[in-house]
DNA sequence: TCTATTCCCTAGTAATTTACTCAGGTTTCA
DNA sequence: TGAAACCTGAGTAAATTACTAGGGAATAGA
């Protein structure tokens, strides 16, 4: 049970928008210097935020994207689901499970995943950006991040 | 945000060892029938499931599987992790993230695995079984596993 | 109007993962 | 002894993922 790169960029990407956008809009390419995340891809993955209404974009130079609507109204489960991450652990359906004769776990995984879809439901935008480590977080990208520098770290550190 | 067949396919063993084998031990090739799944990719499975202590295997002719511990000891996680299905949503740790220079939704990624960790482990092996659902699936089951004959219909039907 | 800047879109692709199959063991009961 | 069952390692086709390439379209400012 895992959460692929694009589910996790997607919500990287919300809050540097909500952190970042606040009055104006910002360019992906920034968020994608900050987050280290290439360009093209969060260009793909903004169509998909785009076109679940979570943020709206202007064209052309000053161009860049804002969120949507308020972060109060955004949630962690809208952020996966535009982004394809379909919380969904359900069986696909095959041969071995269809209406008339489930499969012996069919109703469990149906269960759990409104479970799993309410509780990240229930975890707004603006909760995330609250927290003590993602302030700290911002306010260092903020600094790093002038000149385009990416900073990167050897793993066998430490 | 998915589960994967293997994941599946081992809570659905694991169910039907806890509806079968309840005084002698029951046969892969029975499972493999009972639940429609291949029976060496269930060998595969039963190797990580033994090895994880969840099951105990009886060896020659009459040999079959059981459980090891009691139902209300097994909890979905312990089968789901012994199917390596891990329950991690983190971030993989490449080089945009990493102890010293954590990437802005670490933490977030960390706490919420550990959430999902401690639902599933509350969720118990003689919770699951004891749904009506699954107990009328089990009888049904148990008679139309007779001759071993698999009843397929097609997706097309509904 | 020109040009740089930005968003927008389609198509391809290498690497990885998944869901198996195959081809043999080994152990035990009858 | 031989059938029934577990046990194991290796291989592999298909699907998925995480990108890259290469353009096009809109807009601000000169």
């Not at 707004?124 to 609250?130: E, H, I």
Request: glycine content about 6%.
């Amino acid at each position: 049970m895992k959460l692929t790169t694009r589910g996790r960029y997607a919500v990287t990407a919300m809050m540097d928008l909500a952190l970042h956008a606040k009055l104006d809009c910002i360019t992906l390419a920034g968020i994608a210097a900050r987050q280290s995340i290439s360009l093209s891809y969060l260009e793909q993955l903004f169509r998909s935020l785009r076109n679940a209404g979570l943020i709206k974009s202007v064209r052309g130079a000053k161009g860049g994207y804002m969120l949507a609507r308020s972060e109060k109204e955004i949630s962690l489960a809208d952020i996966l689901v535009a982004a394809d991450e379909h919380i969904n652990l359900a069986c696909g359906g095959g041969s071995t499970c269809n209406p008339i004769d489930p499969c012996l776990t069919h109703s469990l995984w149906t269960n759990l995943s409104q479970e799993f879809f309410e509780f990240l439901d229930n975890k707004k935008l603006s909760d995330l950006v609250r927290s003590r480590h993602v302030q700290t977080m911002a306010t260092r990208q903020d600094v790093t991040s002038i000149g385009d520098i990416p900073i990167h770290i050897s793993r066998t550190i430490g």
